[in-house]
């Protein structure tokens, strides 16, 4: 078959995404069933490659798409399709190039990582959380999406997303969680 | 201050009462155990130079010393979360477990949702219900800042509230924290009383009884369900628990609860309650210089 692909499926297969409802992410894209939508396998897969989050950090937890690549996380009980308001929150955003982790993600699951992780300094941090873009040159790490985190009570903390190109770090934090500290 | 007359007869040191509802209330924050011990929260509050002072009944509630509660590292990384007082007690009396399911019915926008998932470890299935569109993108916002992965948030009337969309049929504990009056309020809105009536007081009781019934038949039998208001009106309070023991099958139980407080009334203008409503608990502003609340506690028996 000319179209056949790696899961199997041929596209014409597929359902099409339905924004409305919460979908539960497939185990696998061998699974899948929804065009286009990432796999639990890839969700967690990404979490790990890209910040070091060990798998099992998610083993009680489900993960569900509505809208166009937004990625929730949930960890009570639901059948899926549902329609409803909200499901746990949401933690990823995927169909496009880069996928992009939320912030309210990144604070409560980012202890968790090892990799990716900026170190800021208190003035450095207060700027982040006000959303500001700032010039720090000294970072040797990967460019894109990282968790900037700082020191609180003597003990890291993810700040939120931000992302790193040409020496820069972006703040990603929503305008609604930007805070003068 | 005066429709708060009416209550001169079943309120201790009624002038007390009324002084107390003359001062503006103080900030205060709950300790949001999903991303924070009470520790690390509490010393991350002191490495920013911010005071406060722990309530005596529950180690997560912080009375702050600031003007700008919302200003701070913790309020930011989601460890505190800025909720009145007394505002934390009905969670503490509906007490949920890990794993269980719980149903908050007016859930928006949110602090006593989050609170139950905080209790429950966030673990189990918090369904956060509200019918105002508008206020569920606060309790969107909070939930997703205290990092509650546990919530599942609806919009719906909980009058004739459906479990259909889910895959089971019944929770294991439910708070109604009906929308009401605000008497107990004044302290925080100072024209809480503007639009005050009793007819207002009488129409908001029925939405308030369709909802407890409604409640109570979502509630596994032995299951348990919290019945609190913001308001001193008896008949937002005693009566509409008497109308869920008339129509419902239910009884009020007792709860130890470590604030200053008065007894449900058995009593009120022409009406009279059943002896077990003396187990319901009347918060006055005066007592633990709060706002005001009532709490009820019934167990569901068939």
Redesign the interface.
């Given at each position: 078959m000319a179209d056949e692909r790696a899961d199997g499926a041929s596209e014409g297969e597929l359902e099409q995404n339905d924004g409305q409802q919460f979908g539960r992410l497939p185990e696998t894209a061998a699974e899948r069933t929804v065009e286009g939508r990432a796999s639990r396998e890839a969700v967690v897969d990404y979490f790990a490659d890209r910040f070091g989050i060990p798998p099992e950090t998610f083993d009680?937890?489900t993960f569900w798409e509505k809208g166009a690549g937004k990625i929730w996380?949930?960890?009570?009980?639901?059948?899926s399709p549902?329609?409803?308001?909200?499901?746990?929150?949401?933690c990823l955003r995927t169909r496009q190039e880069h996928w992009k982790p939320?912030t309210?993600f990144v604070?409560?699951f980012g202890r968790h990582a090892s990799d990716c992780v900026i170190d800021l300094e208190r003035e450095e941090a207060r700027r982040f959380?006000a959303g500001e873009d700032q010039d720090l040159e000294w970072w040797n790490g990967d460019w894109g999406y990282l968790i900037a985190a700082h020191e609180?009570?003597?003990?890291r903390?993810p700040?939120g997303i931000g992302l790193y190109v040409h020496g820069e770090l972006r703040s990603m934090v929503p305008k609604?969680?930007q805070?003068?500290? | 201050m005066e429709p708060l007359e009416r209550y001169r007869p079943i309120i201790d040191d009624f002038e007390a009462f009324l002084a107390a509802c003359e001062r503006p209330l103080g900030n205060a924050v709950r300790v949001n155990t999903i991303k924070s011990s009470v520790e690390r929260a509490t010393a991350a509050l002191e490495e920013e130079g911010a005071e406060y002072e722990q309530a005596d009944w529950n180690p997560r509630v912080l009375r702050l010393e600031t003007d700008s509660p919302g200003s701070t590292w913790t309020s930011f990384h989601g460890f505190t979360h800025g909720q009145e007082e007394v505002s934390a007690v009905p969670p503490v009396v509906l007490d949920p477990e890990p794993g269980e399911r719980v149903w908050d019915c007016c859930a928006a926008p949110g602090g006593k949702a989050t609170q139950l998932a905080a209790l429950m470890d966030d673990r189990g299935t918090v369904v956060a219900n509200d019918n105002n569109l508008g206020r569920i993108s606060a309790l969107r916002f909070n939930a997703e800042r205290l990092g509650a992965t546990s919530l599942a948030v609806t919009n719906d009337d909980a009058r004739n509230y459906s479990l259909e969309r889910f895959d089971f049929d019944e929770f294991d504990r439910t708070l109604v924290d009906a929308p009401c009056s605000c008497e107990g309020t004044i302290r925080k809105n100072p024209d809480a009383l503007d639009n005050w009536s009793e007819g207002h007081i009488s129409s908001v009781a029925g939405i308030q009884k369709g909802i407890l019934r409604r409640a109570i038949q979502a509630t596994r039998e032995g299951g348990t369900v919290v019945y609190s208001t913001c308001t001193f009106a008896p008949e937002e309070n005693e009566a509409v628990v008497q109308h869920a023991l008339n129509r419902e099958d239910c009884r009020v139980v007792d709860f130890d609860l470590g604030l200053e407080h008065s007894p449900g009334l058995t009593e009120w203008e022409d009406d009279s309650y059943d002896e077990s409503l003396e187990q319901a608990a009347r918060i006055y502003p005066h007592q633990n210089d709060t706002g005001g609340f009532f709490v009820a506690k019934l167990e569901v028996t068939a």
């Open positions: 009680d937890y996380i949930y960890g009570g009980d639901a059948p549902i329609s409803i308001e909200a499901i746990g929150m949401t939320t309210d604070q409560r959380a609180i009570a003597g003990e903390e700040l609604g969680r805070r003068d500290l | -």
